[in-house]
């Protein structure tokens, strides 16, 4: 019953700036990690960033010092800054986040994903 719900995505050149935003709603009891992945046509799904409640983060090589992954636990809701775009980066973009939903009492372990964000990027 937990829902994500992307935007931020469109049509940027290359060189310029993004922010994708995931909101989540529901009845959360914590979130424990939060990700971004992307699927570029004719590709499989990679791993974009994830950042840990302990806010250790991971990026893949290929965007290491252009974009920023970041969560606002209070707002359930993860970032993803994206600078210096690339043609290359073109891909629909999804958030997943690792959550626990019930309260004290009643808990259940979900793996829940956004609906995609397109972003393209121009030469």
């Known amino acids: 019953q937990v829902q994500l719900v992307e935007s931020g995505g469109g049509l940027v050149q290359a060189g310029g700036s993004l922010r994708l935003s995931c909101a989540a709603s529901g009845n959360i009891f914590s979130i424990n990690t939060m990700a971004w992945y992307r699927q570029a046509p004719e590709k499989q799904r990679e791993l974009v960033a994830i950042v840990t409640r302990g806010g250790s983060t991971n990026y893949a090589d290929s965007v290491k010092g252009r974009f920023t992954i970041s969560g606002d636990n209070a707002k359930n809701t993860v970032y993803l800054e994206m600078n210096s775009l690339k043609p290359e980066d073109t891909a629909v973009y999804y958030c997943?986040?690792?959550?626990?939903?019930?309260?004290?009492?009643?808990?259940?372990?979900?793996?829940?994903w956004g609906q995609g964000t397109l972003v393209t990027v121009s030469s």
């Open positions: 997943n986040y690792h959550l626990i939903q019930g309260d004290d009492i009643y808990r259940n372990d979900l793996d829940v």
